[in-house]
């Protein structure tokens, strides 16, 4: 116990020493905005995508190097959809961990979330398509210089079914 008083003493520095440097950076609010994402996983994120705003031509590009888009692989009869490999992987881990706190904090990315787990897609793959969605949302946010909005982010989501036997 003593160890994990410790690290979080040192978490709490850290984020204290942190938020200052992170939030006189010009895009610090926007990703304030997002759900899940704090002032230390803000600041990761900031770190891995870089500040540089012609750096992703679209969000598709920005989404590629996060590795949350979907790879798709067809010949012939058969076509099977797998997770991309070749990719940043602190940046990968870093989407993950941020599409785990979203599920708690948005409706949205719950709803997706759920979407997702119910096409009996497992834990991974469907935090994995939330992070995917919300890479697109900050890519879009950045863009147009607006923080985030959930009614906006989630508009063009399908519907959950209300199809269950009562």
Not at 32 to 41: A, E, H, K, Q, Y
Not at 45 to 53: H, S, T
Not at 121 to 132: F, I, M, T
Request: glycine residues 6%; proline residues 5%; contains cysteine.
């Amino acid at each position: 116990m003593a160890v994990i008083r410790e690290l979080n003493t040192q978490i709490a520095e850290l984020a204290a020493e942190l938020q200052p440097h992170f939030e006189q950076h010009p895009d610090a609010a926007i990703y304030l905005s997002l759900p899940g994402l704090g002032v230390i996983l803000g600041a990761r994120m900031l770190g891995e995508f870089g500040d540089d705003p012609n750096r992703y031509a679209n969000r598709k590009c920005r989404k590629n190097y996060a590795g949350t888009s979907p790879l798709t692989v067809a010949s012939g009869r058969k076509k099977t959809v797998h997770a991309r490999h070749l990719r940043n992987k602190r940046l990968a881990d870093a989407t993950h961990r941020w599409a785990f706190e979203a599920i708690s904090t948005s409706p949205g990315a719950r709803a997706c979330y759920q979407r997702h787990r119910d096409a009996k897609q497992g834990h991974h793959q469907a935090l994995r398509a939330v992070a995917n969605k919300l890479v697109g949302c900050l890519h879009a946010c950045l863009r147009d210089r607006v923080p985030y909005d959930e009614t906006t982010a989630w508009a063009n989501q399908p519907k959950p079914s209300n199809t269950r036997a009562a």
